[in-house]
């Protein structure tokens, strides 16, 4: 694959294929328990979007500029969490700044964010895989994206239930799980068409 495609390759991939959510589950803590309105799923989404997108690259650059050249590989998972907690920081006051209700409404899961393992995941991945800083940007960005199209469609599915009768056993998490099951699957039918080492 060409140099030019494969940042491209790795972006859906990362959305549908190699969803961080569906496929490593990464993320499921705050998945499942924000998923149930719409309105604050879509906002906890476009958070972790943010971050990933962001603090992907970012970390790859701290760890190439600054930990690999002096030997201090050991000390990227402290590193990683230090650059998330900051940028997660920032954006918990921007979002407290300009929508007070979405602030309000995230509640706890806003400043979670900086411990959510998705976000610390991609950056992992990113120095596992080898990934340059365009692809590692790319692959930031998609699995941001994907993590929000599954909460969202989550968010849309427990929306719908509401008024669904579901047996007793079921009721609560135990729906959510089988949802998330369900999701995981429909996500898998995409394997294959973008395959992405």
């Given at each position: 694959?060409?140099?030019?495609?494969?940042?491209?390759?790795?972006?859906?991939?990362?959305?549908?294929?190699?969803?961080?959510?569906?496929?490593?589950?990464?993320?499921?803590?705050?998945?499942?328990?924000?998923?149930?309105?719409?309105?604050?799923?879509?906002?906890?989404?476009?958070?972790?979007?943010?971050?990933?997108?962001?603090?992907?690259?970012?970390?790859?650059?701290?760890?190439?500029?600054?930990?690999?050249?002096?030997?201090?590989?050991?000390?990227?998972?402290?590193?990683?969490?230090?650059?998330?907690?900051?940028f997660v920081q920032l954006l918990?006051?921007?979002?407290?700044?300009?929508?007070?209700?979405?602030?309000?409404?995230?509640?706890?899961?806003?400043?979670?964010?900086?411990?959510?393992?998705?976000?610390?995941?991609?950056?992992?991945?990113?120095?596992?895989?080898?990934?340059?800083?365009?692809?590692?940007?790319?692959?930031?960005?998609?699995?941001?994206l994907g993590w929000l199209l599954?909460?969202?469609?989550?968010?849309?599915?427990?929306?719908?239930?509401?008024?669904?009768?579901?047996?007793?056993?079921?009721?609560?998490?135990?729906?959510?799980?089988?949802?998330?099951?369900?999701?995981?699957?429909?996500?898998?039918?995409?394997?294959?068409?973008?395959?992405?080492?």
């Amino acid at each position: 694959m060409s140099e030019l495609l494969f940042p491209v390759a790795v972006f859906f991939a990362s959305i549908f294929t190699s969803n961080i959510l569906l496929t490593n589950y990464l993320g499921m803590c705050s998945f499942l328990a924000v998923s149930k309105e719409l309105e604050t799923s879509a906002g906890l989404g476009i958070a972790v979007t943010f971050v990933l997108a962001l603090t992907t690259p970012l970390n790859w650059l701290v760890y190439r500029y600054l930990l690999v050249p002096f030997s201090l590989e050991y000390l990227r998972f402290i590193v990683f969490i230090i650059v998330i907690a900051a940028f997660v920081q920032l954006l918990e006051m921007a979002i407290e700044r300009y929508s007070e209700g979405l602030y309000y409404s995230l509640g706890i899961f806003l400043p979670l964010i900086t411990v959510n393992c998705a976000i610390l995941g991609a950056s992992l991945f990113m120095v596992i895989r080898n990934y340059t800083f365009v692809t590692s940007f790319f692959f930031g960005l998609g699995s941001g994206l994907g993590w929000l199209l599954a909460i969202v469609s989550m968010a849309g599915i427990r929306m719908r239930l509401k008024t669904a009768k579901i047996p007793y056993g079921l009721e609560g998490a135990g729906i959510s799980l089988v949802i998330a099951g369900f999701m995981a699957m429909a996500f898998m039918g995409f394997s294959g068409m973008i395959a992405v080492s």
